[in-house]
Nanobody, 120 residues
Framework: VQLQASGGGLVQPGGSLRLSCAASGITLGESSIGWFRQAPGKEREGVSCISARASPLYYEDSVKGRFTISRDNAKNTLYLQMNSLKPEDTAVYYC??????????????WGGGTQVTVSS
């Protein structure tokens, strides 16, 4: 299984970015998949997740209303649209996947990270 995250960069506060995660070796449409981030000096945290079985989408409280997770099953790609970015969103963002039915059971496969820096 390979997950390749891309789309990070430097953006001003209030700006937008769209992260992509291309997957191979796993079918994202049948998996629990999500985005996580780790800021300098902080623990990794879950940002957003889609569970394989029926359950609400998960969004971390600080990103609700600003970030949108989606997937394109035909392209086997996961996305994270990030709007109204804030400096506190600065982190390395990772995508992850698992064949488990829910995001809450943990992720088994991790991609390399993509750096998001929000700064003026």
């Amino acid at each position: 299984v390979q997950l390749q995250a891309s789309g990070g960069g430097l953006v001003q506060p209030g700006g937008s970015l769209r992260l992509s995660c291309a997957a191979s070796g796993i079918t994202l449409g049948e998996s629990s998949i999500g985005w996580f981030r780790q800021a300098p000096g902080k623990e990794r945290e879950g940002v957003s997740c889609i569970s394989a079985r029926a359950s609400p989408l998960y969004y971390e409280d600080s990103v609700k209303g600003r970030f949108t997770i989606s997937r394109d099953n035909a392209k086997n790609t996961l996305y994270l649209q990030m709007n109204s970015l804030k400096p506190e969103d600065t982190a390395v963002y990772y995508c992850a996947a698992s064949p488990r039915p829910s995001c809450y059971y943990g992720m088994d496969y991790w991609g390399g990270g993509t750096q998001v820096t929000v700064s003026s």
